[in-house]
T-cell receptor
Framework: GQQLNQSPQSMFIQEGEDVSMNCTSSSIFNTWLWYKQDPGEGPVLLIALYKAGELTSNGRLTAQFGITRKDSFLNISASIPSDVGIYFCAGLYSGNTGKLIFGQGTTLQVKP | NAGVMQNPRHLVRRRGQEARLRCSPMKGHSHVYWYRQLPEEGLKFMVYLQKENIIDESGMPKERFSAEFPKEGPSILRIQQVVRGDSAAYFC????????????FGDGTRLSIL
């Protein structure tokens, strides 16, 4: 089955630092999504990417859809304590029926 | 996660009982998806439904699990004769008309099997 490899698995950074995480796949995706999940809650959509090469920002967050359509990265600039949580990438590929394939998640901890 | 409503938030069942999880999609959304999440893992797709139709159930276990999205009312994920391995967080998501639009998630139902 399809798999998304997300890295790093976890990060522990100082407040104010920039963060980068990425996802790679053996399959081509038509859509990449980035979600954040806080404990006890559902994933919240951060950024959606629809075209190869697309670079999209949402406040301090920036994400890119890789040219090969097999990868994506998420950057967080000037991290703050409320950025703490688990970040998931998810992909949709053409021909499927809306089934999102999720990465394993990146756990981010921010030290004030 | 305003919009997608799931209940109950927590459900405790004994082995052999039935579990019913409910999901009301965001207003105007006609596509519903169910996912399961084990601790320390990402979400795994289970089933995709539109009103009165199952579109893709490739992630559903063949036995004991069923899902529906009736014309009126919420979508239901039903697990019969639960076992300890069914313990997980079950999330529902919804999207507007197109299946390729972003999915928005509810806060999930945490199912615990005693």
């Amino acid at each position: 089955g399809q798999q998304l490899n997300q890295s790093p698995q976890s990060m522990f950074i100082q407040e104010g630092e920039d963060v980068s995480m990425n996802c790679t796949s053996s399959s081509i995706f038509n859509t990449w999504l980035w979600y954040k999940q806080d404990p006890g809650e559902g994933p919240v959509l951060l950024i959606a990417l629809y075209k190869a090469g697309e670079l999209t920002s949402n406040g301090r967050l920036t994400a890119q859809f890789g040219i090969t359509r097999k990868d994506s990265f998420l950057n967080i600039s000037a991290s703050i304590p409320s950025d703490v949580g688990i970040y998931f990438c998810a992909g949709l590929y053409s021909g499927n029926t809306g089934k999102l394939i999720f990465g394993q998640g990146t756990t981010l901890q921010v030290k004030p | 996660n305003a919009g997608v409503m799931q209940n109950p938030r927590h459900l405790v069942r004994r082995r052999g009982q039935e579990a019913r999880l409910r999901c009301s999609p965001m207003k105007g959304h006609s596509h519903v998806y169910w996912y399961r999440q084990l601790p320390e893992e990402g979400l795994k797709f289970m089933v995709y439904l539109q009103k009165e139709n199952i579109i893709d159930e490739s992630g559903m276990p063949k036995e004991r699990f069923s899902a529906e999205f009736p014309k009126e009312g919420p979508s239901i994920l039903r697990i019969q004769q639960v076992v300890r391995g069914d313990s997980a967080a079950y999330f529902c998501a919804s999207s507007p008309d197109s299946a390729n639009q972003p999915q928005h998630f509810g806060d999930g139902t945490r199912l615990s099997i005693l």
